[in-house]
């Protein structure tokens, strides 16, 4: 693998720095908790699996918001509030107990000794498209800024996205590395708008499913790759 010079690196975030559905799964059951004490028809009428359905169902109705994950989840939440006759104006509430539990996440082991090695070498850029704050997470100081596709609204793999990165970055495209675990919505979607890329594989690095996609195993190895 060989890269081109770079002066700046974008870092997807779930599934990359850590993984996203423990954290989900957590905050899942937070929620379905609260309201147990606060919308008790809700959740006698929606279960967890039943309320997970009801966000995809609101997701395939309203597939403008496909970018949007808190608006398509507080929808689906409404919608559960009022089909079970609680009041959906809970549903403000009742997402910030989800969402506050969706930003507990655990780190995969190198990753935070592996962000102080490249934020020091490089600026740091985080691009998703889900809907974490890494502020919120605690990961704040190693980054120079963040854009998600909630803030944009348009998400990966569109090359917008990567190149409005970019420009927040001061950088051109093809000074920028993008590393994340989707090959389609980060190596492919990246790569349309010009930016070098690293396919982070945490399970199988070395297998390489088509010509000219470069992995990486993990951020240490990232960060060993650079020279960091």
């Known amino acids: 693998m060989k890269l081109a010079p770079i002066r700046a690196l974008t870092l997807d975030l779930d599934d990359t ?11 899942e059951a937070a929620l379905h908790g609260w309201l147990v004490d606060n919308a008790p028809a809700t959740a006698a009428a929606f279960d967890i699996v039943a309320l997970r359905k009801l966000r995809d169902e609101v ?8 970018h949007d994950l808190t608006r398509v989840r507080l929808e689906s939440l409404r919608v559960a509030l009022r089909r079970a006759g609680d009041d959906e104006a809970l549903a403000d509430a009742a997402f910030e ?8 996440v655990e780190l995969y082991p190198e990753v935070l000794a592996a962000l102080q090695r490249l934020s020091a070498a ?3 850029f985080a691009l998703s498209n889900g809907n974490a ?3 919120r997470v605690g ?3 190693w980054f120079r800024g963040a854009l998600s596709a909630r803030e944009f609204g348009i998400g990966k793999p569109d090359p917008r996205i990567f190149i409005e990165a970019c420009r927040r970055l001061g950088c051109e495209a093809g000074e ?3 590393v994340g675990d989707d090959l389609e919505l980060d190596v492919l979607g990246a790569q349309s708008a010009g930016l070098q890329t690293l396919w982070l594989r945490r399970e199988d690095c070395a297998a390489l499913p088509r010509d000219g996609v470069a ?3 993990c951020l240490r190895s990232l960060a060993d790759t650079l020279g960091c």
């Open 17 to 27: 720095l850590w993984p996203i559905a423990p954290a989900i799964l957590r905050a």
């Open 59 to 66: 997701g395939r109705a309203e597939p403008q918001w496909a």
């Open 97 to 104: 107990v989800f969402f506050a539990a969706r930003h507990e």
């Open 122 to 124: 490089y600026p740091l």
């Open 133 to 135: 704050d890494i502020a």
């Open 139 to 141: 990961l704040g100081p």
């Open 176 to 178: 920028v590395l993008h």
């Open 215 to 217: 992995t990486v195993a």
